[in-house]
């Protein structure tokens, strides 16, 4: 029973190499499963700070939209490859969460997440309102150029699918290195009591604080991927609060928060969902994949407030236990 548990990893990862072999490159499936990656890896970086610090940040689409502006941008006007513009884009984004942390992180509860999300709205509001740098609310579009890794283009959807998967990877393995060492161990300290945490001489701000500015350089490096593949975007898209900062709390949440599997269990669950019910009803009810969101996480919340992770968890059998007892 433990050596399939512990070569899912690898089944899962051969599965998800050879599944878009199979698919047309340009056809909508593709897209869906890139989008699902892309989103996974969003929750895996929402899920240090809101999964193992239990700090539901709800203003993380501010540091998504930096890093998609910063490539573009510097893409636009420099001529430098969005590679390098990913790694301006998360200093950018690490920059702005220490400074966001340093009023917010005493804060708890609903306080920290109202905090965030007024941050958030505020970088929606200046992206839309300083038109000569974005280009407001016309958005603002990437040139077309050949087919090349280096350039971050491609024509098809395929060769994206492979770099959101390899981003998935990257950032779940981040995820793995802090929950397996002395931060994770401190975070989770500091989600069962705070107070005891700083009475034992864990130094709670420091933690969170670590926490906070590698989450969000990962949801900015996550921003560039979001504009290569779309070529175009405007603030909504990318500093949104319910395209991207709550779908990414969400995704983690359902799935599992604070577990490695819980936003890849999450994303794969929720996007494609999110899809057929927009190809269903999309142009016939207005919000039905806002309102399918709400009641998901009412009723996750309601069968396993730990998330789909703890379900397949408690069905799983146990034949040594069965045998025990």
């Known amino acids: 029973m433990t050596v399939p548990r512990r070569l899912a990893p690898a089944a899962l990862l051969a599965a998800a190499l050879v599944a ?20 996974a890896a969003l929750g895996q970086a929402w899920n240090i700070v809101g999964g193992l610090a239990n700090q539901m940040s709800l203003g993380h689409a501010a540091f998504f939209g930096i890093g998609a502006y910063s490539s573009t941008l510097l893409l636009l006007h420099t001529g430098l490859s969005p590679w390098l513009g990913m790694g301006v884009g998360a200093g950018l984004a690490a920059l702005a969460a220490a400074a966001l942390s340093l009023p917010t992180l005493k804060l708890q509860g609903h306080y920290f997440a109202l905090a965030t999300l007024a941050f958030g709205e505020v970088a929606r509001v200046v992206a839309g309102a300083w038109e000569k740098l974005t280009g407001g609310p016309q958005g603002i579009s990437i040139p077309f150029s050949p087919d090349s890794l280096a350039a971050f283009q491609y024509k098809a959807t395929r060769p994206y699918y492979f770099i959101m998967l390899g981003a998935l990877v990257a950032v779940t393995a981040a995820f793995l290195a802090v929950s397996r060492g002395r931060l994770g161990y401190q975070l989770r300290a500091i989600r069962a ?14 933690a969170k604080l670590a926490a906070s500015v590698l989450s969000a350089a ?3 490096a996550l921003g560039t991927c979001f504009a290569q593949l779309n070529y175009f975007f405007d603030p909504e898209s990318v ?3 319910a ?9 983690a949440i359902v799935g599992g928060a604070g577990t490695a599997w819980g936003p890849i ?7 494609p969902a999110e899809e057929l019910t927009n190809q269903l009803l999309g142009a016939s009810v207005a919000g039905i994949s806002q309102l399918a969101y709400g009641l998901l996480l009412i009723l996750v919340i309601v069968v396993e407030p730990r998330g789909l992770v703890a379900l397949l968890r408690r069905r799983r059998p146990r034949p040594a236990a069965a045998e025990a007892r």
Do not use: N
Request: aromatic residues 8%; positive net charge.
């Open 20 to 39: 878009p072999l199979l698919l047309d490159p340009r056809g909508y499936a593709v897209r869906v499963l890139t989008l699902t990656l892309l989103f």
């Open 193 to 206: 009591h705070p107070d005891a945490a700083e009475v034992v001489g864990i130094p709670t701000f420091r």
């Open 218 to 220: 990962l949801t900015a």
């Open 239 to 241: 500093f949104g609060i």
């Open 243 to 251: 395209p991207i900062s709550i779908r990414m709390a969400l995704i």
């Open 265 to 271: 269990i999450g994303a794969a669950f929720l996007i």
